[in-house]
Every structure is written in C-alpha cells, then in structure tokens.
C-alpha cells in the first residue's frame, strides 16, 4: 500500500467524520482524526476480509473497542466497500439508522459486535480469539485450515482504566492467544483532560506479566507499525499489544491536541478552517477522495482473484456458510454438517 493512498483515506476518514458529527450536533471526532491512518492501514493492508462477503467464516475480526469513536469505523467500512453508503453516513446518530452512536452488532456488516461501554470491545475481542482457536481446532485437518484468521482490536485510555480489560487480558495471556493484537491508542488524553490527571500505571509492564508481547511506535509511523505487526505474528504463543502514540483530533486547526475534541461537534468555522487547510473546498460535505475509492476497489479486485484461485482452494476447500448461520439463526441448530465438510 502506497504512502498517497494512506493520505487518501486519512483525508476521507478525517473529513467524513467530522461533516458526519456536525450533521448530527453530537459525537466523538478525537480518536477517528487521530487514527486515521492506522485505520485505512488495518482495513487496506492488514486485516484478510473481503467487504463483499462480510460473513466469510475465515474473515479477520475488527473490534473498536473505543466503540465512541464509531465514525472511525464507518467511514472505513464506507470506504473498503461494504454495504454502508454516504447516506448512512450522513444519517450518524439518529434512529434506526445503520450508524448509531456507538458500534452496534447487526446494524451494519461490519461490525462485529457491539461495543461502546469502554473495556467491553476488548472482552469480546478475547471471546472471539478464543473462539477462533476452538473452531481451529475443531474442524482444521492437517491437510486443510478452514480457519485460521486474526483478531484486530483498536482500544483507548478508556478502555485500559476498565477492570474488565484487565481480566480478560489476563486470560488471553494465559492461554497464548497469539492470533489476537491489539492496538492501544495512546493519545494522552482523555475526556475530560490529560489521561496523567488520572492514569499513570505502566500499562506495558502490566500486559507483559499477563505474558503479552508489548511493542510501541507512532500511529503515523506506517513502516514501523507494519514490521511491529509482522514481529506479532511471528510469535503465535502471546497476544499483542501495540502502542500508537497519535495526537488526538489531528488535522483540527484549533483543537488538535487538546480534550475538547475528545467528542462534540466542531463548528462551521472549525470545519472551513480544516478543509481550507487540507486542500479541500470548504463547500464540500462528506468529501471522499477518488484514490481512496479506486485504492480498496483495486484491493478487493484482486484480493477476490487471488482467495477464488488461492485461498479459497487451498485453505478453505468448498468451505461454506450454513444457511442458518446466513439467516442469522446461528445457535438455532449448531453447525449445518451438509455443507460444511472437513474433506
Ligand atoms: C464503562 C464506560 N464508562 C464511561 C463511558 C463514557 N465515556 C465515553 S468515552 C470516555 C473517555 C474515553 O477516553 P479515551 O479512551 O482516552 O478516548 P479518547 O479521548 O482518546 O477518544 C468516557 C469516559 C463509557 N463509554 N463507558
């Protein structure tokens, strides 16, 4: 993935988010402006899924467990092709939307589970890991691994002051998840001020003695994050914690770098300041750039062409989803045997 293509989608993340939470008076823009980047570098380069097939059984989870910096994620989901438009985009926050306030499991493929009480999304992220692994164990054969895919979690200061993230990161090291990483989005701030007001504990020497591997790097820093996320994969016997140092609202002239971008909206002005500065007419709203669009088109072209030739053959044999499960009616039954074959 080429540099211009992550400004791309670091642009349309920064200004979609940002139009998005203005239409609706209410949300969160820190965390989204901050990582943007790291964003379009898990959904464009990291992560196997295909948006096209978002059920896809063997398809790498993301988890935002900083579930209020859901415009984040739809602006990424809008982006690699799933099935969000820019009218649910523009629809942020109000009711029966696909885009509610926090990440909500079924309102948008996409998402896979529900997240927004802080710690929660990490919790699950652990569930999910573990599930990975018993299902691995279940129905891989030497000869085939259907499954065989990562967790990918994006958690905050928030989410790392929750007792609940303790105890679950506790259990993942016990049992070596070494399919899940999670990015910690280290931005020294929280919502009401500087996270040291309240938060001083060495959260990687706490994450190493529940046996996680611990690296940290800048969330800009797309080389380094890219060898740090190789070194994680290297060692499958210990979950991951990677911490991103970002600047909080990053591309807001008057509040980048400060809490009050933590969460409401910007203003008009703020919003004709920041697109002023980013090369973009301040007339525009819900701006996405065409090399961002072209970039996950091409992405998705050949990821399916190489899974239909490759993985697919070779890893997933004639692997399908179950009816049931397509229907939604996953524990109805349990696993669907006539179409899913361990040959
Ligand atoms: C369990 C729980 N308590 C309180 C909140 C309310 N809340 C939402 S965001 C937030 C602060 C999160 O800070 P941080 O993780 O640093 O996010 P950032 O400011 O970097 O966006 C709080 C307290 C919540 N969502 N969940």
Redesign the pocket.
């Known amino acids: 993935m080429n540099v211009s293509a992550f400004d791309a989608i670091g642009l349309s993340v920064r200004l979609l988010t940002v139009d998005a939470i203005e239409k609706a008076n209410s949300g969160?823009p820190?965390?989204p402006l901050?990582c943007a980047e790291l964003g379009g570098f898990i959904f464009g380069e990291v992560m196997s899924h295909y948006p096209q097939d978002p059920i896809w059984v063997n398809r790498d989870r993301f988890i935002l467990s900083?579930?209020?910096?859901s415009m984040l994620l739809y602006a990424l989901l809008h982006l690699s092709g799933y099935d969000l438009g820019l009218e649910d985009l523009k629809r942020f926050r109000t009711l029966h939307s696909k885009t509610p306030g926090h990440p909500e499991y079924g309102a948008a493929p996409g998402i896979e589970t529900t997240t927004?009480?802080?710690?929660?999304g990490f919790g699950n992220a652990v569930g999910i890991a573990i599930a990975e692994r018993m299902l691995a164990a279940q129905f891989n054969t030497t000869a085939r691994s259907v499954i065989d895919h990562y967790t990918y979690v994006l958690a905050?200061?928030?989410?790392m002051m929750?007792g609940v993230v303790y105890e679950t990161a506790s259990l993942a090291g016990h049992l070596g998840l070494g399919k899940l990483i999670v990015f910690y989005?280290d931005?020294q701030?929280?919502?009401d001020g500087a996270?040291s007001l309240t938060f001083s504990e060495d959260v990687m020497a706490r994450f190493a003695a529940c046996n996680w591997q611990t690296f940290a790097c800048s969330a800009y820093d797309i080389e380094e994050l890219r060898r740090l996320v190789r070194k994680a994969k290297n060692d499958s016997t210990r979950p991951t914690l990677i911490k991103v140092r970002s600047v909080?609202g990053k591309g807001s002239p008057s509040f980048a770098g400060t809490?009050r971008v933590?969460?409401g909206a910007l203003g008009a002005d703020e919003l004709r300041k920041m697109k002023q500065a980013m090369g973009v007419s301040p007339d525009r709203e819900f701006y996405v750039a065409e090399e961002a669009v072209e970039f996950f088109r091409t992405r998705n072209r050949e990821w399916k062409a190489h899974t239909t030739r490759g993985v697919r053959n070779s890893r997933g044999g004639r692997w399908r989803i179950p009816t049931a499960w397509r229907s939604g009616r996953r524990s109805s039954g349990g696993t669907d045997r006539r179409t899913i074959s361990r040959a």
């Not at 927004?116 to 929660?120: A, I, R």
């Open positions: 969160h820190g965390l901050g900083a579930g209020h910096g927004g009480p802080l710690g929660q905050g200061d928030g989410d929750e989005d931005n701030l929280s919502i996270t909080m809490h933590h969460s």
